[in-house]
């Protein structure tokens, strides 16, 4: 082969690689496009919230620039550049919503400081920045209100001025940032920890119990005949098919004093008085149980029916027993199954919270209750952020182990 023919064909096989290779790049695109706009971003984005502090910088601009640039401010009270920039800000603010973002992240640091700023907010608004008086800005404020005066003020506006903080972080939980270091907050304020611990619990119940149900759920789909397997896939898909909202209401009218089940076992004679199956524990495990066991069982039925049967035939041919023959062979061949069913389940089962408010009591709320208060009701992003961190980061820890324990090629199915 001459010289000339083979520069050709490595020129030919180059431009086919470099083709290939496009069109590989063309085909997985709008999946790259789809992670990074709806994985990648929100991550990204409640990352950045949970230690943004945009409010002071934004409502108090010339207040920020000339308190940087005093030299005392966390000792004493500043000089009067700050408050005539103080009073500027005042004067000059023409959104009450800035004033009130501002003083509900300054609430966070001292009760109190909410009506401290809103008071003195409409104290001086539709004045003329000219309209200043004989006194200084200093005076004028601290007449208007003795905590504009007051070192323990300038040094938590301070605290709350910087364009990022660890206070939502900390708050998440349940501690906080003093002279001395990182504590922990007074026991009575203590309620993210303890939050937290139960929606892993009650996630990790609710999985178990799935599992418990959907393994033989799916070993009798395998093994039943086609009929029976369309009736039963039927059944364990209706749930995918019906309103999650429907479906919550509709376990209240079962469960609740006078609804089927307590009725029934009161006509039977069995009970004389109606059990407690709703809005607490027992109701929450029922429902969620129902909600999710699909996630359990179709994993478990994808990977059990890729099994051979005569796997278990030849582990009792050879003398093992049954319960041998199924802990020895067949379990750790649906060990992908169990890993994906039960950790997709624990981790749908962590972010529930319509559930949980609607057959639970205020003892079953979980982490997700709060997130979408801090979210919908107060508005406050960064809280949200923070808690919904964490809770992302409880889940890839207990996802983390279970790789460890199981291991991350057999639970993702490559093994």
């Not at 999946?31 to 991550?43: D, M, R, S």
């Not at 939502?168 to 907050?185: N, P, S, W």
């Not at 005569?310 to 061949?333: C, D, E, N, T, W």
């Amino acid at each position: 082969m001459s010289a000339t023919t083979l520069a050709t064909l490595v020129v030919a096989h180059r431009k086919s690689s470099r083709n290939k290779r496009l069109t590989s790049v063309f085909l997985i695109l709008p999946l790259l496009i789809y992670t990074f706009v709806f994985f990648v971003l929100p991550i990204s984005m409640m990352l950045y919230r949970a230690i943004s502090n945009p409010e002071i910088n934004d409502a108090f601009p010339r207040t920020v620039q000339a308190l940087s640039k005093s030299t005392q401010r966390d000792q004493s009270i500043p000089d009067d550049s700050v408050f005539e920039a103080l009073e500027q800000d005042f004067t000059l603010s023409v959104d009450l919503g800035l004033m009130g973002s501002a003083a509900r992240r300054l609430n966070y640091e001292n009760p109190g400081y909410r009506f401290l700023i809103m008071s003195t907010a409409r104290h001086y608004r539709g004045k003329s920045p000219e309209n200043k008086g004989s006194d200084s800005a200093k005076s004028r404020l601290i007449t208007l209100d003795p905590n504009w005066g007051t070192v323990e003020f300038w040094r938590d506006f301070n605290n709350a001025s910087h364009a990022y903080t660890p206070y939502y972080l900390l708050a998440a939980l349940d501690l906080k940032k003093t002279d001395q270091g990182i504590e922990q907050v007074e026991p009575e304020k203590r309620v993210y920890t303890d939050m937290i611990l139960k929606t892993l619990k009650i996630a990790f119940i609710v999985s178990l119990l799935c599992l418990l149900l959907g393994f033989p759920f799916a070993a009798l789909m395998v093994r039943a005949s086609k009929p029976m397997q369309m009736a039963l896939l039927l059944a364990i898909m209706l749930p995918f098919w019906t309103s999650l909202l429907a479906r919550t209401t509709a376990w209240i009218v079962v469960l609740q004093d006078k609804g089927i089940v307590n009725t029934l076992l009161m006509n039977l004679g069995l009970i004389e008085h109606p059990l407690p199956l709703i809005f607490n524990s027992f109701g929450v495990y029922i429902v969620m149980v129902h909600i999710l066991l699909p996630f359990t069982v179709l994993p478990l039925y994808n990977v059990m029916k890729s099994i051979p049967p005569h796997y278990m035939r030849a582990s009792s041919s050879l003398g093992a027993h049954p319960i041998r023959g199924f802990f020895r062979v067949y379990l750790p061949m649906t060990l992908t199954g169990i890993g994906s069913g039960t950790l997709l389940t624990f981790i749908v089962a962590a972010g529930y919270y319509v559930t949980p408010t609607l057959v639970g009591s205020a003892r079953e709320q979980m982490l997700g209750y709060f997130i979408a208060f801090y979210t919908n009701t107060t508005i406050n992003w960064g809280m949200a952020s923070a808690l919904g961190l964490v809770l992302i980061v409880c889940v890839m820890a207990i996802y983390l182990l279970a790789g460890r324990l199981v291991g991350i090629r057999q639970i993702a199915g490559l093994k």
